[in-house]
């Protein structure tokens, strides 16, 4: 789908090396809760520092609206780099001002600048051209190592490679080669796993996966569209109405293809929807009016783990229930600890999955846990991601 160079494809040694990077990390009264993100970062930094690159980092942090609002500064982003590559990481006061343009010309081979949030200025989600070429006048080449906004057609993810030399980041370089190979070159048999809630959020992805796979599982609150859509009671269940024709044609299109098309055959149901809510487990097609479906159950539980069980590659997108209330965490645990045990080529794309993932404790027994949500959707939708259309061809 890509073949894009890398930072290791070009000479970077003396060179000022500007690197969008995703620090977007949660934080709590101005401390980092997770730093995943960063450390994610540090094998392409490392490698531009080890090679005497001259190295300008950028990212955005939340939505300050195109306003300097400091409360999304990027100073603790810089201290936590600081610590983890044991060396000082320069913050800029500014973006594209007199500080920033002052650090980047001063810097020396092997040392380390981190520019202020890029989304300080309304003209980076816009994408500004005057905006990414001042971004670009920084440097003498373009690093993209941000895949979580890969799909965001930015000034600093897609408008700078149109004055700089543009290659990707290591972190890139496997998203697109693990997710990319699993797409062109499946090891069979191929399961996908979509969950989540719901069924418009990933039409293009069913879409574009039934034609790849050899089983399609549906889990999460989507899968009551589709129990809707079969003519079955879904109680106060979420449910796509104005999706029923889609559910129905998505099943046909599986069935057309030989395609295994698998739904929960049973739920576990509650009256409301709350942590504490009294449930109880029920088959799919008889869910009684006044109660909702808030996880599958332990007979879908067996079925999906035994479709999971000799595969070759397993994508995953999205959780089997409300994954974060224990009582209905149980569908999201089972079929994570299938993917875990299969030994299967395993890839978790991102968001909810990801976290469930982690939280569970079986990240380290995943091939590869994507680190955009949103972006590894689209890939999964065959979509071309702008931040990385933009990057230089590696030479045929």
């Known amino acids: 789908m890509y073949n894009k160079k890398t930072i290791e494809d070009i000479e970077v040694s003396g060179k000022k090396v500007l690197v969008r990077c995703d620090f977007n990390v949660p934080m709590k009264d101005d401390v980092i809760t997770d730093d995943k993100r960063i450390v994610e970062a540090l094998p392409t930094i490392k490698y531009l520092k080890n090679h005497g690159a001259r190295v300008i980092l950028c990212s955005h942090m ?4 195109g306003e300097f609002n400091m409360k999304y500064s990027l100073a603790p982003v810089a201290a936590r780099l600081s610590e983890l590559l044991a060396c000082e990481v320069v913050l800029a006061k500014d973006v594209i001002g007199e500080d920033a343009k002052a650090k980047a010309a001063a810097l020396k081979d092997g040392e380390i600048l981190l520019i202020e949030n890029v989304r300080f200025h309304k003209e980076e989600e816009k994408n500004d051209p005057a905006f990414a070429k001042e ?41 697109i080669s693990i997710m990319g190979g699993a797409l062109a070159d499946p090891r069979r048999p191929f399961v996908a796993i979509l969950g989540g809630a719901k069924v418009s959020d990933k039409i293009g992805v069913i879409n574009n996966l039934i034609e790849k ?7 999460g609150g989507m899968a009551y569209t589709f129990f809707r859509a079969m003519g079955n009671s879904t109680g106060t269940s979420i449910c796509e109405e104005d999706q029923l024709d889609l559910a129905r044609s998505l099943m046909e299109k599986a069935r057309a293809k030989g395609v295994s098309f698998l739904l929960p055959v049973d739920n576990v149901i509650a009256r409301k929807y709350a942590e504490d809510a009294t449930y109880m487990r029920i ?33 995953w997108n999205g959780p089997m229930g409300v994954s974060e209330w224990e009582h209905f965490a149980g569908g999201t645990r089972a079929v994570a600890k299938a ?6 080529i395993s890839i978790i794309g991102g968001g909810d999955s990801a976290a469930a993932v982690e939280k569970l404790g079986f990240a380290d027994q995943m091939t590869h846990i994507s680190t955009g949500g949103g972006a590894s959707l689209e890939f999964l939708e065959g979509k071309e991601l702008p931040g990385i259309a933009c990057l230089n061809e590696k030479d045929a």
Request: charge should be negative; aromatic fraction near 8%.
């Open 135 to 175: 971004l670009a006048s920084l440097a003498e080449i373009y690093v993209n190592d941000a895949f979580g906004t890969a799909h965001r057609a930015h000034a600093s993810t897609a408008g700078v490679a149109d004055y700089l030399p543009a290659v990707c980041g290591y972190l890139i370089q496997k998203e």
């Open 62 to 65: 939340g939505r300050p609206k």
């Open 213 to 219: 796979v050899d089983t399609l599982i549906i889990g």
């Open 283 to 315: 088959y799919s097609d008889s869910i009684p009016d006044g109660w909702m479906g808030l996880d599958i159950g332990d007979k879908t539980q067996e079925l999906f783990a035994k479709s999971i069980e000799g595969a070759g590659t397993v994508v």
């Open 339 to 344: 993917i875990a045990e299969s030994g299967a």
